[in-house]
């Protein structure tokens, strides 16, 4: 089969959601010791409208991908969490001296150096993909050293492993990567992330929440994300592993209307109209190979790969 037309991927907004709605799941896998110490029964406060209010006036025609996050730790200290995730698959070279800018920024507004700094590289190897600012002259020296997540360097088979759902997002990224040129290799890794979530021990609910973003970083032409929803609608429906009933899938459904405008039953319903006009003019050809040059039903039906009764039912058709 030959290689579908590639499907442009916006992967800002996912990236930027993700952090939102798995937060906490996200830092336990990027940064554990980090996770360890902050007080998770405390409200965690999102920022990055003011974040990117400030840097606006600095950093003019700037593509923003920041999560800020204030957030209580153990020792009763406020910790500012700075998250920014490059979404470039070769980076500006001034991105880290723009890092360290931000950071100076966020101690500008909030008067704190309590600010931790972590940039997530999620495409492609770059030689722009680094983890520290520095300028120096004569005896003058500034380091600003900062965690880099590289999602390309990550092992699948770890990956594959962890029970922690922000493995989901890296592979389902690890595998938008590589096939920008391939819709039906990707159909299939997006069916075997689906099986992957489905054998953790991940709330439920929560997987199919997932299940939207990753379909954000893995878009696909349209009938094959029919396809693919078809094939987790009948797994949600038969498979007792997955413990999903009806209700849930309607949720499902609507979680996937709000966030791409499309769903399930939308495009089932397309789907099948579709058909209807494939079948429709099959049947008339049919009727003009018969009536307009006199193939015989035996013909007819050897031609099409069809039964004889089945032509001979067409053929009477109204």
């Known amino acids: 089969m030959g290689k579908r037309k590639k499907t442009s991927t916006d992967t800002d907004h996912p990236w930027k959601q993700i952090f939102t709605y798995f937060f906490r799941e996200a830092i336990a896998f990027i940064e554990p010791d980090l996770h360890d110490l902050i007080d998770w029964d405390r409200q965690i406060e999102f920022l990055e409208q003011e974040l990117h209010e400030i840097i606006k006036t600095r950093f003019r025609g700037s593509k923003l991908c920041d999560k800020l996050a204030k957030v209580r730790l153990k020792d009763g200290k406020d910790l500012y969490l700075l998250v920014h ?31 931790f700094s972590i940039a997530v590289y999620t495409g492609s190897p770059s030689a722009n993909q680094v983890d520290r600012y520095q300028y120096g002259f004569l005896t003058n020296r500034l380091l600003f ?33 590589r096939t920008r040129d391939d ?10 992330l689906f099986e992957f979530a489905q054998a953790k021990k991940i709330d439920r609910i929560k997987i199919l929440e997932a299940l939207i973003f990753v379909r954000y970083l893995t878009l696909m032409p349209k009938d094959l994300e029919i396809n693919y929803n078809q094939f987790i609608l009948e797994k949600m429906q038969t498979e007792k592993s997955f413990a999903i009933n009806m209700d849930h899938v309607k949720e499902w459904d609507n979680m996937l209307e709000a966030l791409t405008g499309e769903s399930l039953q939308k495009m089932l319903k397309e789907a099948k109209n579709e058909a209807k006009e494939v079948q429709r003019k099959l049947h008339e050809t049919i009727r003009k190979c018969y009536h307009e040059r006199n193939w015989s039903i035996q013909e007819i039906a050897a031609f099409f790969s069809m039964p004889e009764s089945k032509i001979e039912m067409i053929l009477t058709e109204k």
């Open 85 to 115: 995730i490059e979404i470039e698959s070769n980076p500006k070279a001034n991105f880290p001296k723009r890092f360290f800018w931000y950071r100076i920024l966020i101690f500008d507004k909030h008067k704190s150096e309590d600010i």
């Open 145 to 177: 050293e900062f965690p880099a997540y590289k999602i390309w360097e990550q092992d699948e088979a770890l990956l594959l492993q962890s029970e922690n759902i922000f493995a989901l997002f890296v592979l389902a990224q690890q595998y938008a990567n």
């Open 183 to 192: 819709m039906e290799k990707r159909f299939a890794f997006r069916k075997k």
